[in-house]
């Protein structure tokens, strides 16, 4: 019973929701894993209260509106995720310069990041606002969603021009959550998106029940987020006043470092999407896609155990920049070993038992008429336990700023996976586009990783620096 007892200690001690004393190190260690651990838990409950959610809307919304109007709403929901790398990674940007000068508990720097970074978010909603202004009048909007109907066209217009504004408006409201993410405080941003989560979901019973068009029932699925972003921004500053933006806190040099950092985190994102969510794309282009089917859907049970690594690990990216910053750079080490290993064991356990599973699963899903072969299953079980490792590694990279050889190392990865990829699909069949990806991660994105940690950990003191010593800098700061 004494282990027992002492791991329930250990969690109440985590799990409280009153804050540790950070006076001191092994204080400040307590508290940044009460926040990565609130932050995954709350992250883990918003998932799957949107899933719930999911699972209730989708056939409500598809029986109200039919498979054509549905479809279209489809269609308008993947341009505006297609979308979402249009603030160019300010966000990013936002978020790990809060954690810097968070750590260096600096109030006046953290009002001119967040004014500045604002001032940036609103400039680019004002460029996408007036080209969304001009454009729309003319985008022959049949062609656009490929329909033969001018009625159905004109809905779809309007529920596009729903979509778009909230897409533009989203974008500096957004600085709300990446402010609170950069303090560690992303429980709350998933707490509220949780609950707006509920309010578009009683939205759209209340449009259906009063047979309102398809521009109100894209308003009622995101009134939630609209309130929860607002919601989220009162909670940060009711809160934390001083951090209020004001004209005077915009800071032309704080505005070039969250900008050159978004930059950065920018052409990261772009690499991966371009290198590691195009194997769909090249399957169709080389087998056919009528072969897409046959990946995509064993594919996509395997992403469930990526994402659940990703939600549990992002809360702990703003937290090695504080951490460094402060430093704190035993609990940096302790951290990252840590999650390294708690990832890869989870991945290494889950994965081979999906791979056996799978078959009937998909079965069951989907009947008898796709067939995944069982090379493909354990190629993929291999490919997800080797994400989940570098799900932890980038975290580290990212919080410490090392940034610059990572989007490069990234770029040529993406460009080789890519290229490698269609020749081992035309070889060996879908399974090479899995096979180009773990090739190149393991040959390229891997030794680069080693080398760039062992670096960052060399320049690491082993001891503790304590908050009386200057304060240091970012150890890599965009390298």
């Given at each position: 019973?004494?282990?027992?007892?002492?791991?329930?200690?250990?969690?109440?001690?985590?799990?409280?929701?009153?804050?540790?004393?950070?006076?001191?190190?092994?204080?400040?260690?307590?508290?940044?894993?009460?926040?990565?651990?609130?932050?995954?838990?709350?992250?883990?409950?918003?998932r799957?209260?949107?899933?719930?959610?999911?699972?209730?809307?989708?056939?409500?919304?598809?029986?109200?509106?039919?498979?054509?109007?549905?479809?279209?709403?489809?269609?308008?929901?993947?341009?505006?995720?297609?979308?979402?790398?249009?603030?160019?990674?300010i966000?990013?940007?936002?978020?790990?310069?809060?954690?810097?000068a968070?750590?260096?508990?600096?109030?006046?720097?953290?009002?001119?990041?967040?004014?500045?970074?604002?001032?940036?978010?609103?400039?680019?909603?004002?460029?996408?606002?007036?080209?969304?202004?001009?454009?729309?009048a003319?985008?022959?909007?049949?062609?656009?969603?490929?329909?033969?109907?001018?009625?159905?066209?004109?809905?779809?217009?309007r529920?596009?021009?729903?979509l778009y504004?909230?897409?533009?408006?989203?974008?500096?409201?957004?600085v709300?959550?990446?402010?609170?993410?950069?303090?560690?405080?992303?429980?709350?941003?998933?707490?509220?998106?949780?609950?707006?989560?509920?309010l578009?979901?009683?939205?759209?019973?209340?449009?259906?029940?009063?047979?309102?068009?398809?521009?109100?029932?894209?308003?009622?699925?995101?009134?939630g987020?609209?309130?929860?972003?607002?919601?989220?921004?009162?909670?940060?500053?009711?809160?934390?006043?001083?951090?209020?933006?004001?004209?005077?806190?915009?800071?032309?040099?704080?505005?070039?470092k969250?900008?050159h950092?978004?930059?950065?985190?920018?052409?990261?994102?772009?690499?991966?999407?371009?290198?590691?969510t195009?194997?769909?794309?090249?399957?169709?282009?080389?087998?056919?896609?009528?072969?897409?089917?046959?990946?995509?859907?064993?594919?996509?049970?395997?992403?469930i155990?990526?994402?659940?690594?990703?939600?549990?690990?992002?809360?702990?990216?703003?937290?090695?920049?504080?951490?460094?910053v402060?430093?704190?750079?035993?609990?940096?080490?302790?951290?990252?070993?840590?999650?390294?290993?708690?990832?890869?064991?989870?991945?290494?356990?889950?994965?081979?038992?999906?791979?056996?599973?799978?078959?009937?699963?998909?079965?069951?899903?989907?009947?008898?008429?796709?067939?995944?072969?069982?090379?493909l299953?354990?190629?993929?079980?291999?490919?997800?336990?080797?994400?989940?490792?570098?799900?932890?590694?980038?975290?580290?990279?990212?919080?410490?700023e090392?940034?610059?050889?990572q989007?490069?190392?990234?770029?040529?990865s993406s460009?080789?996976?890519?290229?490698?990829?269609?020749?081992?699909?035309?070889r060996?069949?879908?399974?090479?586009?899995?096979?180009?990806?773990?090739?190149?991660?393991?040959?390229?994105?891997?030794p680069?990783?080693?080398?760039?940690?062992?670096?960052?950990?060399?320049?690491?003191?082993?001891?503790?620096?304590?908050?009386?010593?200057?304060?240091?800098?970012?150890?890599?700061?965009?390298?």
């Open positions: 019973m004494g282990p027992l007892i002492a791991i329930a200690e250990r969690v109440r001690r985590i799990l409280r929701f009153r804050p540790h004393d950070t006076s001191t190190e092994h204080g400040r260690s307590l508290e940044r894993l009460r926040r990565v651990v609130l932050s995954a838990l709350a992250s883990f409950g918003a799957g209260l949107g899933l719930l959610s999911s699972l209730v809307s989708i056939p409500l919304t598809y029986r109200y509106l039919g498979p054509e109007r549905y479809g279209l709403w489809m269609v308008l929901v993947s341009f505006i995720t297609a979308m979402n790398v249009a603030d160019l990674g966000g990013n940007g936002i978020m790990s310069a809060i954690a810097e968070n750590g260096k508990d600096d109030r006046e720097l953290m009002r001119e990041y967040l004014t500045s970074g604002l001032g940036l978010m609103m400039i680019i909603a004002a460029v996408l606002g007036l080209a969304g202004a001009c454009a729309y003319h985008i022959p909007w049949m062609r656009v969603f490929n329909v033969k109907s001018a009625v159905v066209a004109r809905e779809g217009a529920a596009f021009l729903v504004i909230w897409f533009v408006l989203n974008i500096p409201l957004n709300a959550n990446r402010v609170q993410a950069g303090l560690q405080r992303l429980y709350w941003s998933q707490t509220l998106v949780a609950a707006g989560g509920v578009s979901l009683l939205g759209l019973f209340l449009v259906v029940w009063l047979h309102g068009s398809l521009a109100w029932l894209v308003f009622a699925s995101i009134i987020q609209i309130a929860g972003l607002i919601a989220n921004g009162w909670v940060l500053l009711s809160g934390r006043p001083w951090l209020f933006p004001r004209p005077r806190s915009y800071s032309n040099k704080a505005a070039a969250i900008f950092l978004g930059i950065l985190f920018f052409v990261l994102q772009c690499a991966t999407v371009l290198g590691f195009s194997d769909n794309i090249v399957i169709a282009q080389v087998l056919g896609a009528v072969a897409v089917a046959v990946y995509a859907v064993p594919q996509k049970l395997f992403a155990i990526t994402q659940l690594v990703t939600i549990a690990v992002l809360p702990i990216w703003p937290a090695y920049g504080e951490a460094m402060r430093g704190d750079y035993p609990w940096v080490r302790k951290a990252f070993w840590a999650s390294l290993r708690t990832t890869v064991t989870i991945a290494a356990i889950l994965c081979p038992v999906l791979a056996f599973g799978a078959p009937w699963i998909i079965r069951v899903a989907v009947g008898k008429t796709l067939h995944a072969p069982i090379s299953l354990w190629v993929l079980a291999a490919w997800t336990v080797i994400s989940a490792a570098w799900a932890p590694v980038s975290m580290l990279l990212n919080g410490a090392v940034l610059k050889v989007a490069t190392a990234m770029v040529i460009l080789a996976n890519l290229g490698l990829s269609i020749y081992l699909t035309r060996l069949g879908v399974m090479g586009v899995c096979l180009g990806s773990i090739t190149t991660q393991l040959l390229i994105m891997g680069v990783a080693a080398y760039l940690i062992h670096g960052l950990f060399k320049k690491m003191p082993h001891q503790p620096i304590g908050r009386g010593a200057s304060q240091p800098q970012p150890v890599l700061s965009a390298e």
